[in-house]
T-cell receptor, first 115, second 113 residues
Framework: NAGVTQTPKFQVLKTGQSMTLQCAQDMNHEYMSWYRQDPGMGLRLIHYSVGAGITDQGEVPNGYNVSRSTTEDFPLRLLSAAPSQTSVYFC??????????????FGEGSRLTVL | GDSVTQMEGPVTLSEEAFLTINCTYT??????LFWYVQYPGEGLQLLLKATKADDKGSNKGFEATYRKETTSFHLEKGSVQVSDSAVYFCALSSGAGSYQLTFGKGTKLSVIP
């Protein structure tokens, strides 16, 4: 039972480089989201999606793009990485619109360092 | 807007000690409340939840009661184990139409033998 799978687990980038963090879930969840975790800040929502073709911004969306072409996948793109984006990123999924309860299933995280 | 305030850590306890981690919230409407736990090197996982006032969530010996009058959802465990060492996050969901979970900053618990 894979659940939520994130890749890569670790990545080092130089300022200005681009990359995509991958997230896939096999639970047929409609809702998927990306959070970043920074020391002393808790988790902050970057973007979320309530179904294929539907995305919306969270609390800290600047510098990140998302798309949702399938139910299973929700990639997070950094177009031009900045040191302020050094963080641990978590993908999380849940049941969709009618069943959303706030009970999230998290991936193991992707640690990103931007030099 | 919604917010969650939980006690600052780190918290260090001896095995079998009593644990309380305080959590208070500010929200409109009738939020659902959650405690998530993050073990070292892992993602968060739901520990317990409560969806309405006076509900008590419980799991793995942990308990928390949804107190609307004091806007609190304190986490308690009567006898902690070394395996409970983790970071604990209090969180709320505002309810219908809101897809954002608001997290507290987390409290790191270390339990020593």
């Amino acid at each position: 039972n894979a659940g939520v799978t994130q890749t890569p687990k670790f990545q080092v980038l130089k300022t200005g480089q681009s990359m995509t963090l991958q997230c896939a879930q096999d639970m047929n969840h409609e809702y998927m989201s990306w959070y970043r975790q920074d020391p002393g800040m808790g988790l902050r929502l970057i973007h979320y999606s309530v179904g294929a073709g539907i995305t919306d911004q969270g609390e800290v969306p600047n510098g990140y793009n998302v798309s949702r072409s399938t139910t299973e996948d929700f990639p997070l793109r950094l177009l031009s990485a900045a040191p302020s984006q050094t963080s641990v990123y978590f993908c999380a999924s849940s049941y969709g619109i009618a069943g959303y309860t706030g009970e999230l299933f998290f991936g193991e995280g992707s640690r990103l360092t931007v030099l | 807007g919604d917010s969650v305030t939980q006690m600052e850590g780190p918290v260090t306890l001896s095995e079998e000690a009593f644990l309380t981690i305080n959590c208070t919230y500010t929200a409109t409407g009738y939020p659902s409340l959650f405690w998530y736990v993050q073990y070292p090197g892992e993602g968060l996982q739901l520990l317990l939840k409560a969806t309405k006032a006076d509900d008590k969530g419980s799991n793995k010996g942990f308990e928390a009661t949804y107190r609307k009058e004091t806007t609190s959802f304190h986490l308690e465990k009567g006898s902690v184990q070394v395996s409970d060492s983790a970071v604990y996050f209090c969180a709320l969901s505002s309810g219908a139409g809101s897809y954002q979970l608001t997290f507290g900053k987390g409290t790191k618990l270390s339990v020593i033998p």
